[in-house]
């Protein structure tokens, strides 16, 4: 039963994340359009079928659970949620998680911090674009900047490590990076830098927004000291150490730098899709699994035989806007970051 997960080409898959909704407060222009349709309620999972395909992945040898969305902390009855998933850190024997983690948009976060920590999680991901209330705006469209900041500092308070997660746009915030960096140092946060990636339309062409992280490291080190680390978190972020703000500067580059050969994870969307690569709209649908009256051990074969037909890799092109060439149609909203 707990038997690793291994896929085709060797990897093992011990790192799930869920998409527990498709909705968002905010709009950021990388991620959604701005008339955005979500998925009619009727299609998303209870949070306790949610809840029963994660024991089904714990118990196939997953010990990493990233909830997300979306916004996760909009959908209601997440604390207890969180608080259930936590049970399963730390247990001696068997199958059981090592982490529970979270990536959030911030803006509820005030509110939850203190059920994030009493639920276990240890350290989250905080969107963060620009420190610049305008620009937090533009960015986001329907986004207010204090909020976010304000869930910062409640998680701060709670005790929960936080990584500030910051999309580079090509002349939307290249120019903050360095106050990015230099504020997360004052604040006690690390700071992880993405490249755009061509998931789903968002009514504008990527290639003017895309920025390469090679290009925005080889700048960064006019101004900073950035030594070289082994830290890494089991996830496609690659870092630094900043001499002078004591903190760690990470680098997600999908799109310079493939990152799947050492991929060990999978991502199931609110509807119990499974989606075996970011980049490949070939899912399998656990929500008909589940809802074929199926036991745990059919859960658990259905689980394996997902693992079977994981692809090696993505095959990003950002020329095609989406749908097309490499790119999935899907939004990163609906697969969950
Ligand atoms: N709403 C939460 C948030 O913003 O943190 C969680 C979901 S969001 C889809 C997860 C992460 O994906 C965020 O850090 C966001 O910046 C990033 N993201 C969304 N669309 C992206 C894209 N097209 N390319 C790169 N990163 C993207
Ligand atoms: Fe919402 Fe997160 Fe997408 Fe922004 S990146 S629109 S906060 S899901």
């Not at 990388?30 to 999972?45: I, K, N, T």
Request: hydrophobic share 35%; aromatic share 6%; net charge neutral.
């Amino acid at each position: 039963m707990t038997d690793p997960l291994i896929d085709p080409f060797r990897r093992r898959i011990s790192y799930l994340r869920v998409s527990v909704t498709d909705r968002c407060d905010m709009r950021c222009l990388y991620c959604m359009a701005e008339d955005m349709v979500f998925l009619p309620r009727s299609e998303v999972l209870s949070l306790e079928e949610l809840e029963r395909l994660c024991k089904g992945f714990i118990a196939t040898g997953v010990r990493r659970l990233r909830i997300t969305g979306g916004e996760p902390l909009l959908r209601r009855g997440i604390d207890d949620f969180l608080s259930a998933l936590g049970s399963w850190i730390g247990r001696a024997e068997g199958p059981g998680l090592d982490e529970l983690t979270l990536t959030t948009n911030g803006s509820q976060l005030a509110l939850h911090a203190d059920a994030l920590a009493a639920a276990g999680i240890k350290r989250i991901n905080v969107s963060l674009d620009t420190l610049d209330p305008a620009r937090f705006s533009t960015i986001t469209r329907t986004g207010k900047l204090q909020a976010t900041l304000d869930g910062i500092t409640a998680a701060r308070e709670s005790g929960l490590a936080v990584r500030v997660n910051t999309v580079a746009m090509r002349e939307v915030n290249e120019d903050e990076f360095d106050d990015l960096i230099a504020w997360c140092g004052a604040i006690g946060a690390d700071l992880c830098l993405i490249e755009t990636m061509p998931m789903g339309e968002v009514g504008e062409n990527r290639v003017d927004r895309y920025l390469p992280l090679s290009l925005v490291r080889s700048r960064l080190a006019h101004r900073w000291t950035l030594e070289e680390t082994r830290y890494e978190t089991g996830g496609p972020a690659r870092y630094v150490h900043v001499r002078e703000t004591g903190r760690r500067l990470g680098f997600i580059t999908p799109m310079t730098h493939g990152f799947c050969e050492s991929c060990n994870r999978v991502r199931m969307t609110c509807t119990g899709k499974l989606y075996l690569c970011l980049g490949h709209e070939d899912y399998v649908d656990l929500k008909q699994v589940l809802r074929s009256g199926t036991d745990e051990t059919r859960l658990i074969e259905a689980i394996r035989a997902a693992i079977g037909i994981k692809p090696k890799g993505h095959e990003f092109d950002l020329v095609s806007t989406s749908g097309t060439a490499g790119n999935p149609a899907r939004h990163m909203s609906i697969t969950g970051g």
